[in-house]
């Protein structure tokens, strides 16, 4: 039984997620062996992602596979509503719709989660959070999760130091084909392009501030110098910030930084990036987004105390008018705005990302793990990797019996 926006919507959706497919071919070889081997017969998957058509072509796959799958959004404003009654009307548990609040947010976590799953997939844990804070008696069931963000896997680690966390998740974000591309490339591009179709500004000449640069803040970082700005980046890591000059970028405080950008955005995983303090530095007219999982990174609480008026302006823009009258644009409410005023990531990006996902799902199926945070094993990451490059007709070099035994011995010297 789903619960979604429109039935109506379904055509739509599914032409979306054949688009998706046509430009997804690691997951569509993986797609293949799944359904020739039934690696996943009658195992149960709830998923908390976001509902895009990529996230569809892994629900497919791994149906493919034998599962059945429970789906729901693991964020209020990401949900693609067409997509969500295509898995509908193809009979996949859904629970989903753009605009939830966050009481019908948490229902339909329930909801999925009365599917009793085996194995859990999520993007920001929230699945295993409501698991192991309200649902537990389902941890026996439960064979094990992965977890797809930069957010997820530092709050699962916690959980983890702590003792807390009671079954095995793969840390899907971590391997390389994930992180190295999905977070970097598509959360460059994706971020870029919501900003673009909630604004229509022109980035060519104006100064935009980036908090935080690892591989999400960077991917921005960089994309946002190719449309002609000029970047400012903001860090606590010194590492990471010396990275950034090194690239050629600037590195400030944001308490600096907020007197100069014209547009800011947050990339961190942390709360209070942008607070109100830096609300009464910024430029009349300065646009504010977050490219964070959760929509704490931008503190508009503090934004709403600065401000005498608020009104929607365009889809995905709230104009905030301060008290002392000067005007701060906000969008997609502060959640993430590539996903809540955009598409997400591209097809091609995701292909990856969801490769790893379908493989994880296939090895905590077939193997016993203990308790905690586990990497992808390497030779997933490679497999991933390689399909990619043959889907692109690129071919490698491969060592030779020489260079093997080269690398494997100590004693030869210049």
């Known amino acids: 039984m789903s619960e979604v926006k429109d039935l109506g919507l379904a ?10 497919e046509e ?17 996943l017969e009658d195992v149960r998957v709830g998923f908390a992602l976001h509902v895009t058509k990529e996230t569809a072509v892994l ?8 599962a059945s799958v429970a789906i729901t959004g693991c964020n209020p404003l990401s949900t693609q509503d067409d997509v969500a009654a295509a898995l509908a009307d193809e009979g ?4 989903a719709w753009r605009g939830e609040t966050n009481e019908e947010y948490y229902a339909n976590i329930n909801k999925v989660l009365d599917h ?17 804070k309200k649902r537990k008696e389902l941890l026996k069931g439960i064979k094990g999760g992965c977890e797809e963000t930069t957010t997820g896997i530092i709050r699962l680690k916690a959980m983890e130091a702590d003792g807390a966390l009671k079954y095995p998740v793969m840390a899907t974000n971590d391997a390389d084909t994930k992180h190295l591309f999905d977070n970097h490339y598509g959360t460059g ?15 060519a000449g104006k100064t935009v501030v980036v908090g935080g640069y690892g591989q999400c803040g960077s991917g921005i970082a960089e994309r946002a110098r190719g449309m002609g700005s000029n970047v400012v980046v903001t860090e606590v890591n010194p590492t990471l910030a010396l990275r950034a000059v090194m690239d050629g970028f600037r590195v400030m ?25 830096h609300f009464t530095k910024m430029k009349s007219g300065a646009i504010v987004a977050n490219s964070g999982h959760f929509n704490v990174e931008i503190n508009i609480h503090e934004l709403e105390k600065l401000s005498k008026e608020k009104k929607i302006v365009r889809d995905n823009v709230e ?15 502060g959640r993430l705005v590539n996903l809540a005023a955009a598409e997400g990531h591209p097809s091609e990006v995701m292909d990856m990302s969801f490769a790893n996902q379908a493989l994880a799902v296939k090895y905590i199926n077939e193997n016993k793990l203990a308790a905690g945070v586990h990497q992808i094993p390497k030779e997933v990451d490679e497999r991933v990797a390689k399909l990619k490059l043959a889907s692109m007709g690129v071919n490698l070099d491969s060592l030779t019996d020489r260079q093997k035994k080269y690398l494997e011995s100590w004693d030869e010297g210049t």
């Open 11 to 20: 055509p739509q959706g599914k032409l979306k997620i054949e688009w998706a």
């Open 319 to 333: 104009k905030y008018t301060l008290k002392d009258g000067r005007i701060i644009y906000m969008l997609a409410e």
């Open 23 to 39: 430009h997804m071919p690691v997951l569509a070889k993986i797609k293949g062996d799944f359904e020739k081997d039934k690696p």
């Open 59 to 66: 629900v497919r796959t791994l149906v493919a596979g034998g």
């Open 253 to 277: 405080p944001m308490s600096e930084a907020a007197e100069l950008g014209d547009i800011f955005i947050s990339a961190t995983g942390d709360v209070d990036i942008i607070t109100g303090d």
């Open 116 to 132: 009793k799953p085996q194995i859990t997939i999520d993007d920001g844990a929230d699945l295993i959070f409501t698991i192991h």
């Open 189 to 203: 591009q994706s971020t870029i392009d919501g900003i673009l179709r909630a604004t229509s500004v022109l980035f």
């Open 92 to 95: 996949v548990d859904t629970y």
